[in-house]
């Protein structure tokens, strides 16, 4: 893993070669019907996560090409990525939309402090060289009794699985010939799901926490989260 963190000595050029190797529209559009399942739930679980209504206003941290925020377009949307390719991506998904796109690093924007009712970050942190310096800088975008949305993917469970499909030689049935569609060598962290919970309690308050498909089945963990009161 050392070798990877050295490795990102430009955080563009990362994350936008990473876009060029996986294209966001067709992952979503495309996926075998389990990965599309796994996917609409998730995105159910951010949308009731982040209880917004319309005029609300929505920052997305590593937006992506814009799929989850597009299932808000009754609020003022903001997405931010480092990824110029992926912004123009969400340009084109979200231009019905009334939302704001910055290229760059959280830490880089000026962006307005105690402004958001809601903050999202979903399949980011795993990505980041310093996905703590990301939770540091969500905490004074959130304004009083907003709520940050914060998923993973289970990583150590899709692992064992994408192993297992190898091992018995089932790569060439259509669900799984895609098993490594999805750029798991550009994630620098592995949490599992207690990792994820300490290192969301160390700058928020966990107030509510989904998995998608199921519990049962976590492939996605998604975790709402509150200010934490010093």
């Given at each position: 893993?050392?070798e990877?963190?050295?490795?990102?000595?430009?955080?563009?050029?990362?994350?936008?070669?990473?876009?060029?190797?996986?294209?966001?529209?067709?992952?979503?559009?495309?996926?075998?019907?389990?990965?599309?399942?796994?996917?609409?739930?998730?995105?159910?679980?951010?949308?009731?996560?982040?209880?917004?209504?319309p005029?609300?206003?929505?920052?997305?941290?590593?937006?992506?090409?814009?799929?989850?925020?597009?299932?808000?377009?009754?609020?003022?949307?903001?997405?931010?990525?480092?990824?110029?390719?992926?912004?123009?991506?969400?340009?084109?998904?979200?231009?019905?939309?009334?939302?704001?796109?910055?290229?760059?690093?959280?830490?880089?924007?000026?962006l307005?402090?105690?402004?958001?009712?809601?903050?999202?970050?979903?399949e980011?942190?795993?990505?980041?060289?310093?996905?703590?310096?990301?939770?540091?800088?969500?905490?004074?975008?959130?304004?009083?009794?907003?709520?940050?949305?914060?998923t993973?993917?289970?990583?150590?469970?899709?692992?064992?699985?994408?192993?297992?499909?190898?091992?018995?030689?089932?790569?060439a049935?259509?669900?799984?010939?895609?098993?490594?569609?999805?750029?798991d060598?550009?994630?620098?962290?592995?949490w599992r799901?207690?990792?994820?919970?300490?290192?969301?309690?160390?700058?928020?308050?966990?107030?509510?926490?989904r998995?998608?498909?199921?519990?049962?089945?976590?492939?996605?963990?998604?975790?709402?989260?509150?200010?934490?009161?010093?």
């Amino acid at each position: 893993m050392p070798e990877l963190h050295a490795a990102v000595d430009n955080v563009e050029a990362w994350n936008d070669a990473f876009a060029a190797e996986n294209d966001i529209d067709a992952y979503y559009a495309e996926s075998s019907c389990l990965i599309r399942l796994i996917e609409r739930r998730r995105l159910v679980c951010i949308r009731r996560m982040a209880a917004v209504g319309p005029g609300d206003r929505v920052l997305e941290v590593g937006c992506g090409g814009g799929h989850v925020l597009r299932m808000f377009p009754e609020c003022e949307l903001t997405g931010v990525d480092v990824s110029g390719r992926m912004l123009e991506k969400a340009r084109r998904n979200l231009r019905e939309c009334r939302v704001e796109l910055h290229k760059g690093e959280l830490h880089e924007l000026d962006l307005p402090h105690e402004q958001y009712d809601a903050v999202i970050c979903t399949e980011v942190l795993e990505h980041a060289v310093d996905p703590e310096g990301i939770l540091d800088d969500i905490q004074p975008l959130l304004r009083p009794g907003g709520r940050a949305v914060i998923t993973f993917p289970n990583d150590h469970l899709v692992n064992g699985l994408k192993g297992l499909i190898r091992t018995c030689g089932l790569t060439a049935l259509p669900p799984f010939r895609r098993v490594s569609w999805g750029g798991d060598h550009y994630h620098l962290h592995v949490w599992r799901i207690p990792e994820m919970r300490a290192l969301l309690g160390r700058y928020f308050t966990v107030t509510q926490e989904r998995f998608a498909p199921s519990r049962l089945f976590p492939v996605r963990c998604c975790f709402q989260c509150a200010m934490t009161t010093r």
